[in-house]
């Protein structure tokens, strides 16, 4: 598993590491939806700090998590984000949708 979540407060943090592609986007995918429906967070960070690569799967996952908190009334932040995948990110729009 490439993520471990900690809900505290109103806030559900995602720390995701490693790699985050099609095989892996899934299994986070399924982690981070299930908490945000058992907790209802008004935020949620994905925490990008120990990720090494991130293909457009990963575009994909923040993006499906996004609409997620919509529904719940939520935000979702990006942070430590490297400077390798600050590129992709922004290129693909979704630096403009996140807090």
Partial sequence: MNVKTIYDDGILTALLFGEIDHHTA???????????????PSRLILDFRRVKFMD???????????RMMQLVGGKVAL???PPHLERIIALSGVRAITM
């Fill in 26 to 40: 899934r299994d986070i995918r399924l982690t981070v939806d299930s908490d945000i429906e058992k907790h209802h």
């Fill in 56 to 66: 457009s799967s990963g575009i994909g996952l923040i993006m499906g998590r996004y």
């Fill in 79 to 81: 942070v430590n984000v």
